[in-house]
T-cell receptor, first 114, second 112 residues
């Protein structure tokens, strides 16, 4: 019953360092998403993928890269971390497109850039 | 996606039903009403969604008015663990995939 799993849960980075957040889902979902949540801002979509080998930009893609080499995994990379990227990151997935397909979220990854 | 209006906060006694209203007066015919909740420091948790008909699952019931302009989420027997921020979201086919617009939500406090 894992659903959507994110690693790591907590990380502190220095400005300029790089890191990768890993998201794994065991529901055989085609669609996967990365969001960030900041106080008072709600969820904002960073990047998403509509299937293995595909990626697309969301609302706030700058400073992030993603890859979907396997259907069950969606990686979010920060090449050169900045303090503005301090946030809580949520991965999510859904079976298909369209509003009738429920989006399920992971538990979040807390990132602090100092 | 259409906008929603929810009360800022609500209280509910433990064991009683919690009824959370949502106004979505500009909802269009192919847009769904979704409910998520977020317990402090956790990821958004899906609760239920509906298009036209009332829906029920193991967590809650969703009552949608006949004109679809509002809906009510019902937690039949609220527990302390149901204390969370509840978001009513309208999802349609517009915008990029996965674009969920979370408003301020309703902070539900379940009290002993």
């Amino acid at each position: 019953n894992a659903g959507v799993t994110q690693t790591p849960k907590f990380r502190v980075l220095k400005t300029g360092q790089s890191m990768t957040l890993l998201c794994a889902q065991d529901m055989n979902h085609e669609y996967m998403y990365w969001y960030r949540q900041d106080p008072g801002m709600g969820l904002r979509l960073i990047h998403y993928s509509v299937g293995e080998g595909t990626t697309a930009k969301g609302e706030v893609p700058d400073g992030y890269n993603v890859s979907r080499l396997k259907k069950q995994n969606f990686l979010l990379g920060l090449e050169s971390a900045a303090p503005s990227q301090t946030s809580v990151y949520f991965c999510a997935s859904s079976y298909g497109a369209g509003p009738g397909n429920t989006i399920y979220f992971g538990e979040g990854s807390w990132l602090t850039v100092v | 996606d259409a906008k929603t209006t929810q009360p800022t906060s609500m209280d509910c006694a433990e064991g009683r039903a919690a009824n959370l209203p949502c106004n979505h007066s500009t909802i269009s015919g192919n847009e769904y009403a979704y409910w998520y909740r977020q317990i402090h420091s956790q990821g958004p948790q899906y609760i239920i969604h509906g298009l036209k008909n009332n829906e029920t699952n193991e967590m809650a019931s969703l009552i949608i008015t006949e004109d679809r302009k509002s809906s009510t989420l019902i937690l039949p027997h609220a527990t302390l663990r149901d204390t969370a921020v509840y978001y009513c979201i309208v999802r349609g086919y517009g915008g990029s995939q996965g674009n969920l617009i979370f408003g301020k939500g309703t902070k539900l406090s379940v009290k002993p």
